[in-house]
């Protein structure tokens, strides 16, 4: 059983900061990438920001410059730093995760709860 663990969201706004963090825990015996989407109302989940094993971090279009992930691989941690956040960012964000429970384990996508990211004035 692995637990994806969210905190950060909330209300800020135009031009304000948020940081989103996620813990994996669980019987885990790799993690090879963790990140996070998002899903507005009446829209597709999409992928805002990756960082995998390797590691190699990819950002969605339009929040580059604003946005950072970050991973601490020991902790199973991901961190998303999210900077200048424009009204088109207030979504539901979902941390997700790429995990093997066991060495034969082929790996599968586990997911967050979600946290509500609200910009408004």
């Known amino acids: 059983q692995v637990q994806l663990v969210e905190s950060g969201g909330g209300l800020v706004q135009p031009g304000g900061s948020l940081t989103l963090s996620c813990t994996a825990s669980?019987?885990?015996?790799?993690?090879?990438?963790m990140g996070w989407y998002r899903q507005a109302p009446g829209k597709q989940r999409e992928l805002v920001a990756l960082?995998?094993?390797?590691?190699?971090?990819t950002l969605r279009d339009s929040v580059k410059g604003r946005f950072r992930i970050s991973r601490d691989y020991a902790k199973n941690t991901v961190v998303l730093e999210m900077n200048s956040l424009k009204p088109e960012d207030s979504a539901v964000y979902y941390c997700?995760?790429?995990?093997?429970?066991?060495?034969?384990?082929?790996?599968?996508?586990?997911w967050g709860q979600g946290t509500q990211v609200t910009v408004s004035s």
């Open positions: 997700n995760a790429i995990v093997k429970a066991t060495a034969e384990d082929g790996g599968g996508p586990y």
């Open positions: 960082a995998t094993s390797d590691p190699i971090k």
């Open positions: 669980g019987s885990i015996f790799s993690v090879s990438a």
